[in-house]
């Protein structure tokens, strides 16, 4: 099929959803319109549920293999914002869009940078991107590094200037023994010179002929082992060619292996049948937590070429050095997921973090570390501190986290299968693969429940809990959230014991015989919209419906929070203006869930729309009087906080009623 159709009828499919209707019920769809959809690339079927799909703009140029769906070197990852521009990761580099008009947003540049996987953050006129690849160079050439050990090769994070965002100017790169998989930009409230980045590494530690000082033996082995820590870079902001290392804590030492379930039987049995067929055609295999895997490409080539350089060889790798290899494969894999200590005991936990998310304002981050979920002291940015550690049984893979608004709640979501597996077919478990809700009090983390995604995906769509953010309503815990090929979920946590899906977008399967890789990345709210990174298809943006969950009022009130910038992983505290549409929206909830009698929310809601039409002294005494009966309506209210939110709004609109 052309690629050209195939973009129209994308279009045509945008266009169609535009037209939906609006639906104000509670009960979901049934039966569900998710399941049974057509597969396609860019023509796939779609249904949506209380979401509007605005637009979808396919990769630029340099950032699609037209010819074949799924190309790993083109896989569309994070989002960073700045004004009206989305910075868009991709394994080959950057696209930044401008969506200034969210219906038909515009490529305002594009630049070619291999390394995978291109996390990027921004702040003010920096731009910060992360590279672990073997092929990242510090050039962004194009060419692939061939030496094991090469000062051209880059793994760590590279510093751009975008003061003219059309024309990104290099800055610096700041080298790490494990690369960057992912990083965090932190800010400090009482270190305004400079920012931080906080960066987790999960590639083997490189060697030391290529980087100084690092070192892959066990901590008690060599102290200054680059296995259980992360590196926090200091970034002047007068000076960001100064930015190094300046700390290297190892915030997950002496934490011991979590019990953790394995494979399906059905994953099992899939796993070995693929790895016997690999070995048959020549290919190396190793066993990782008790299933046989296929080892890609990338790790096979760095080893053999490593290998034909120790014995002073060049060229080819020879059959003995293939052999050497399959000899000394599952050591070396055991290596980097099972590093050897000389302490007795159980064996150590994990030695990386995937993903921080920091939280500046209350001084806690949360780390999502492979086999732990990890709450941190981050008052002193440059040396963040382990307060609190929980395990769970049903994750696999800790990926990231996301805090509630005021900090009592925080999620982390279980990356099971690395993101390119089906994890939400029908038979597998609604524990593994989903988000844990746990609630914060001090140092304490206490589990609440599991959310996942509720409509079964097929065996040939990736499916896992990914990246999100808070949509930010006012007095309400609501998280829009990637879910690759099982689209985007859009759910409420208010109540951590029971979550419950609100919103949805899906689309069909790549392709109906076979997974390939595609789905959003991440699906994040900024400025009135959510954007999302579709791996395979380009840039989503959606729009949040009125319904029987969300009224009009509290979309308006969440489109009063405007954001200057947006990383996703540094999370802002979340102030509402004094605002007669958050009055309404925080009625609109009282209502809803029965928190205060019906005909006192009737006399409220016509009390403050008087007060609206009213101005000057009036409108303060009609706003005045409004808050005194609210107080006093709270002493038999079902929802006293949420009464109490709203009599405060009204206040603070008094105090600015001019």
């Known amino acids: 099929m052309k690629f050209q159709p195939l973009f129209a009828i994308m279009a045509l499919s945008v266009a169609a959803c535009a037209t939906s209707k609006i639906n104000m019920s509670t009960t979901a769809p049934s039966p569900d319109p998710r399941i049974g959809l057509r597969a396609g690339w860019m023509n796939a079927a779609e249904a949506a549920w209380n979401i509007r799909l605005v637009s979808t703009t396919p990769p630029s140029p340099d950032f699609i293999n037209r010819s074949t769906p799924g190309d790993f070197q083109f896989i569309n990852s994070d989002l960073s914002f700045t004004g009206p521009y989305v910075f868009q990761g991709n394994f080959s580099g950057v696209q930044v869009w401008d969506i200034s008009n969210p219906r038909s947003p515009r490529l305002h540049k594009a630049f070619v940078c291999p390394g995978s996987q291109s996390d990027v953050s921004v702040y003010r006129t920096l731009l910060f991107v992360s590279g672990e690849a073997l092929n990242g160079r510090t050039d962004c050439g194009t060419q692939g590094v061939a030496d094991t050990v090469s000062h051209d090769r880059l793994r760590g994070i590279r ?6 965002i059309a024309n990104p100017r290099h800055i610096t790169d700041v080298q790490t023994c494990r690369g960057s998989h992912t990083h965090t930009v932190v800010t400090s409230p009482t270190d305004t010179a400079n920012v931080y980045i906080y960066v987790s590494g999960s590639a083997p530690v490189r060697s030391p002929n290529g980087l ?10 060599n102290p200054n082992s680059a296995l259980f820590r992360i590196e926090v870079i200091q970034v002047p902001l007068a000076h960001p060619e100064q930015a190094r290392i300046v700390s290297s804590p190892r915030i997950f030492q002496d934490l011991v292996a979590p019990a953790h379930h394995g494979e399906t039987p059905e994953d099992i049995a899939a796993a070995a049948k693929a790895a016997a067929e690999a070995r048959a055609q020549g290919g190396f295999t190793a066993t990782v937590q008790g299933s046989e895997i296929v080892l890609g490409p990338r790790f096979v080539t760095f080893r053999l070429d490593s290998i034909v350089k120790a014995r002073g060889g060049t060229g080819t790798p020879t059959a003995a050095d293939s052999a050497t290899l399959r000899t000394n494969a599952q050591s070396i894999v055991d290596l980097i997921f099972n590093p050897p200590s000389r302490r007795p005991g159980p064996p150590p936990g994990p030695t990386q973090c995937h993903d921080i998310t920091v939280y500046p304002a209350i001084g806690l981050a949360g780390g999502a570390c492979g086999g732990y ?3 941190l002291d981050i008052r002193d940015v440059a040396n963040p501190k382990r307060i609190g550690a929980v395990a769970d049984s049903n994750f696999s893979f800790w990926h990231s986290a996301t805090f509630n608004n005021d900090g009592s709640k925080i999620l982390f979501t279980d990356e099971w299968g690395g993101g390119l597996q089906p994890r939400c077919r029908v038979t597998d478990k609604p524990e593994w693969g989903a988000d844990a809700i746990f609630t914060v009090a001090g140092a304490t983390m206490t589990f609440q429940s599991y959310y996942k995604l509720p409509a079964p995906q097929t065996p040939n769509e990736n499916c896992v809990a990914h990246n999100g953010t808070l949509i930010p309503i006012p007095g309400r815990d609501i998280m829009a959230q990637g879910w690759y090929q099982g689209g985007i979920s859009v759910f409420d946590w208010t109540d951590p014991a029971h979550p419950k899906e609100i919103a949805f977008f899906d689309r069909g399967p790549m392709d109906s015989t076979k997974l390939v890789g595609a789905g959003s990345w991440s699906a994040y709210w900024y400025n009135g919209y959510i954007v999302s990174s579709e791996i395979a298809r380009g840039l989503d943006i959606f729009e949040l419906q009125p319904s029987g969950f969300i009224s009009q009022n509290e979309i308006d009130a969440a489109k009063l929070i405007h954001f200057d910038y947006l990383n ?5 505290r979340l102030v509402w203006p004094a605002s007669f549409v958050v009055a309404r929206a925080y009625l609109d909830q009282l209502a809803r869930s029965n928190g205060l009698a019906p005909d006192k929310v009737a006399a409220a809601r016509k009390a403050l729309a008087a007060a609206e039409q009213a101005s000057g002294q009036g409108r303060r005494d009609a706003l005045t009087q409004l808050a005194t009966q609210l107080k006093s309506d709270s002493q038999g ?6 009464l109490g939110r709203l009599a405060g709004t009204v206040t603070d609109l008094a ?4």
Do not use: H, K, V
């Open 159 to 164: 510093i751009f200037d975008i003061t003219d």
């Open 212 to 221: 100084a000082g690092c070192s892959s033996a066990p901590p008690d082995s």
């Open 373 to 375: 979920g990890l709450l």
């Open 568 to 572: 996703a992983q540094d999370q802002q």
């Open 637 to 642: 209210a079902a929802d006293q906080a949420r």
């Open 655 to 658: 105090g600015a009623a001019r």
